[in-house]
């Protein structure tokens, strides 16, 4: 065989195993998917039968689990999402640490185990994080650059078909993983992303993450305008004490987080209590990522309470102080249906649908910083094309709103991994 038929040959195996990993990246999301909506259940049904119980459960679990990511899986720590935005400042072997085999069975074990105790936390970070692992396996005998590239795809596809946004797995590479333009997506690497969408979208239906708003209900005048910009300016705010709160807790260095250190299982079983309080208190609702009572309020099947936005945020907090894996981007999708029913209760203009979708986008895109993403991607995830223009204005004064509070959450984070 000739030099040239050779290489073509080198070339085409490496296109079929590319293939081969997204595939397994979709159907890996799918397993995900039905494992954590799984242990949610469980989690409800033992809500039931422990009553108030809850409040030693919810501790005793989340120091089980911290026990595991300390003494077994490591790799498992965060949400995925600031490990993966950390791929170009990383070193060969910190991608060998970090994207390990391992983190795909440790990831989906632990966020498993921290939703059955009724921790508010996302599994979409940790898909982020799969998808980067897969592709790690690929790249490995690469150069340093182009092997970068193949984690920032897998990444994308991982948030991609975690939510079946595949063009929101696009904008999130382009906005949140590729910080410089020696970096490029070319067609066949994009068709990974697809690819991955593709698998979920055949197992699971061609479904929008949260439903269908009806259309209906998107038609809008002038005013909601105005709604936009107040939504905005109030997810911005929220998003940006929310950060500070992060910071103050987890990240700075003060008498908090030095006392986290050193008593790490104390703080997650302190941390614990407080979770199964807030629960108690929010008669269940900041339990779990907050996709079922997001998609029925989209839907129309439940109003969300004035509440519901502080009583998120509080679990979420306290959840990822106790150390336990998992991330905040679907619970801040979440937690903006609350922002914007909140805002509805003061400024009753419209159809609460509109300021659900709102809050969504202005929340997202504050968190993250990432506007173009979370339009996208709330669009996707509620059928809602016809509401762009109020949503784009939305993200926009959110992410203003936000950025004078100074960098976003995953920013802060990502320090610690280079």
């Known amino acids: 065989m000739n030099y040239k038929h050779f290489n073509k040959l080198i070339y085409f195996k490496f296109n079929c195993k590319f293939i081969l990993l997204a595939i397994l990246i979709g159907l890996t999301s799918v397993f995900f998917v039905k494992a954590v909506d799984f242990a949610f259940k469980i989690f409800l049904y033992l809500k039931l039968i422990l009553g108030l119980w809850i409040i ?118 382009y906005e949140e993983l590729i910080k410089s333009n020696k970096y490029q997506i070319g067609l066949f690497k994009t068709a990974a992303i697809a690819i991955s969408g593709i698998i979920a979208v055949s197992i699971l239906g061609n479904y929008s993450y949260f439903g269908r708003v009806e259309r209906d209900l998107l038609f809008y005048n002038n005013y909601i305008f105005i709604i936009s910009i107040i939504i905005g300016i109030f997810s911005g705010i929220i998003s940006g004490i929310f950060t500070k709160l992060v910071k103050l807790l987890i990240l700075d260095k003060n008498f908090l987080t030095q006392w986290r250190e050193k008593h790490f299982y104390k703080n997650a079983f302190f941390c614990g209590i407080i979770v199964a309080l807030i629960g108690i208190a929010s008669n269940g609702l900041s339990y779990g990522n907050g996709y079922n009572e997001s998609k029925m309020a989209l839907s129309g099947e439940l109003i969300l309470p004035t509440s519901y936005a502080f009583y998120k945020l509080l679990g979420a907090l306290f959840t990822t102080s106790s150390g336990i894996p998992g991330g905040y981007f679907a619970t801040s999708l979440a937690i903006g249906n609350g922002v914007g029913g909140l805002v509805h209760q003061f400024l009753n203009f419209g159809n609460l649908q509109q300021y659900y979708l709102l809050g969504m986008v202005g929340f997202l895109a504050a968190l993250t910083r990432a506007p173009a993403t979370a339009i996208i991607m709330v669009i996707q995830v509620s059928s809602s094309q016809i509401f762009t223009l109020p949503l784009i204005v939305t993200a926009l004064i959110a992410t203003l709103i936000a950025n004078l509070f100074g960098k976003n959450i995953y920013q802060y984070q990502v320090k610690k991994y280079i």
């Open 56 to 173: 030693l459960y919810i501790p005793c679990m989340m120091v089980f689990i911290l026990f595991l990511l300390k003494k077994y899986f490591p790799e498992a720590e965060g949400s995925g999402i600031p490990q993966s935005l950390a791929i170009n400042s990383l070193s060969s072997n910190a991608l060998n640490k970090i994207f390990t085999l391992r983190a795909i069975f440790s990831k989906i074990l632990l966020i498993f185990l921290g939703t059955i105790c009724g921790g508010t936390l996302g599994r979409e970070g940790g898909t982020v994080q799969i998808g980067a692992v897969y592709m790690n396996q690929l790249g490995k005998n690469l150069n340093l650059k182009r092997r970068k590239m193949l984690l920032i795809v897998g990444a994308a596809a991982g948030i991609a078909s975690a939510f079946n946004t595949p063009i929101g797995g696009i904008m999130f590479a």
